[in-house]
Nanobody, 124 residues
């Protein structure tokens, strides 16, 4: 099983990035999927999650209205569209996959598989 996160980079404050998470060895339609991040000197935190069919999503308050999580069954991938980025969004972003009984989760311990992370740096 592999989750390959990509799309990170350097962006100016107010800009946008789209992160991708390509899955291999698992079918994402069987998993709820989430994005987490770890900023320098801080603990890992929840960003967004989507249910197995994409019908349910939830977001951290800090990104609500700016970030959108989506999934593409045909491409077996999950995305995180990030708009209106600010310096506080600078972090390594990780995608993760989790199994029922949860439909989605904000808790890292409920996820079974993790990607390697992609760095997002927002310059102010």
């Amino acid at each position: 099983v592999q989750l390959q996160a990509s799309g990170g980079g350097l962006v100016q404050a107010g800009g946008s990035l789209r992160l991708s998470c390509a899955a291999s060895g698992l079918t994402i339609s069987s998993y709820y999927m989430g994005w987490f991040r770890r900023a320098p000197g801080k603990e890992r935190e929840f960003v967004a999650a989507t249910s197995r069919n994409g019908g349910s999503t939830n977001y951290a308050d800090s990104v609500k209205g700016r970030f959108t999580i989506s999934r593409d069954k045909a491409k077996n991938a999950v995305y995180l569209q990030m708009n209106s980025l600010n310096a506080e969004d600078t972090a390594v972003y990780y995608c993760a996959a989790g199994l029922p009984p949860y439909s989605t989760s904000r808790y890292a311990t409920s996820y079974r598989y993790w990607g390697q992370g992609t760095l997002v740096t927002v310059s102010s």
